[in-house]
Antibody
Framework: QVQLVQSGPEVKKPGASVKVSCKASGYTFTNYAVIWVRQAPGQGLEWMGWISTQRGSTSYAQKFQGRVTMTTDTSTTTVYMELRSLTSDDTAVYYC????????????WGQGTLVTVSS | QSALTQPRSVSGSPGQSVTISCTGTSSDVGGYNSVSWYQQHPGKAPKLIIYDVNKRPSGVPDRFSGSRSGNTAYLAISGLQAEDEADYCCCAFAGSYTLMFGGGTKLTVL
C-alpha cells in the first residue's frame, strides 16, 4: 500500500536549519512528484513547494525562495525538505504529499512532522 | 501570493446540507480545472475528498460534491453526519508549478 513516512519531531533554535525526510513506498517513486505543505498552530495549510522525483526539478513558493531546498534520493525513495534561518514563525507541522498523476491534487500524505523553533 | 478565501466557519445540523466557498482569481481557481478539497480532522493529515473541481476519489461518499462558478469553487456536503465535523481546505493550481491553499473552514455539526 502507498505510504509516505516522515521523520520525527524536531526542536531547533532560531537561526538554525532543519531537514525533514519523507520516505515513500508502495508505488513507483519516480512516477509521482511530491509537494511540501506546512501548518502553523491553529492555522491553515500553506504550500511550500514542489519537486519532481524523476528529474529533481523544483518550484518553491515565493515566500520561501532562498530559504528552502527540496531534494530527492531515488536510491532510497526519499524526499527531503530543508528550511534554513529558522524563526519562531516557522514552528509548524510539515507535511509531504504525493501529487497524483495527471493532476495537481494530492492523494497520499505523510503523517506530518512537528518542527518547533524556540530559544 | 495570497491564500484563497474561505469562510472561517460554517455549521449545520445532522441531516442538513452546507456549502463552503473558496474564492480566488482567474489565475488560479478560475483559470484551471485543478481545484481540490481536503478534509482534516484534529491532529490528522489532510484527506483528499474532491479533485479536478468535481471528481470524488474512490471511497468518498457521494454526499460530498464540488462545483465552480467563475473564480469561486464550492464544496457541498449533504446529509450532514457527526463525523463530517472537521476542517475543510481548498487548493488550486496557480500555474508554473505552484499551488495555493485556502485558509480553511471549520465545519461544526450542531
Amino acid at each position: 500500500q502507498v505510504q509516505l513516512v516522515q521523520s520525527g519531531p524536531e526542536v531547533k533554535k532560531p537561526g538554525a536549519s532543519v531537514k525533514v525526510s519523507c520516505k515513500a513506498s508502495g508505488y513507483t517513486f519516480t512516477n509521482y512528484a511530491v509537494i511540501w505543505v506546512r501548518q502553523a498552530p491553529g492555522q491553515g495549510l500553506e504550500w511550500m513547494g514542489w519537486i519532481s522525483t524523476q528529474r529533481g526539478s523544483t518550484s518553491y513558493a515565493q515566500k520561501f525562495q532562498g530559504r528552502v531546498t527540496m531534494t530527492t534520493d531515488t536510491s532510497t525513495t526519499t524526499v527531503y525538505m530543508e528550511l534554513r534561518s529558522l524563526t519562531s514563525d516557522d514552528t509548524a507541522v510539515y507535511y509531504c504529499a504525493r501529487v497524483a498523476i495527471g493532476g495537481w491534487h494530492n492523494d497520499y500524505w505523510g503523517q506530518g512532522t512537528l518542527v518547533t523553533v524556540s530559544s | 501570493q495570497s491564500a484563497l478565501t474561505q469562510p472561517r466557519s460554517v455549521s449545520g445540523s445532522p441531516g442538513q446540507s452546507v456549502t463552503i466557498s473558496c474564492t480566488g482569481t482567474s489565475s488560479d481557481v478560475g483559470g484551471y480545472n485543478s481545484v481540490s478539497w481536503y478534509q482534516q480532522h484534529p491532529g490528522k493529515a489532510p484527506k483528499l475528498i474532491i479533485y479536478d473541481v468535481n471528481k470524488r476519489p474512490s471511497g468518498v461518499p457521494d454526499r460530498f460534491s464540488g462545483s465552480r462558478s467563475g473564480n469561486t469553487a464550492y464544496l457541498a456536503i449533504s446529509g450532514l453526519q457527526a463525523e463530517d465535523e472537521a476542517d475543510y481546505c481548498c487548493c488550486a493550481f496557480a500555474g508554473s508549478y505552484t499551488l495555493m491553499f485556502g485558509g480553511g473552514t471549520k465545519l461544526t455539526v450542531l
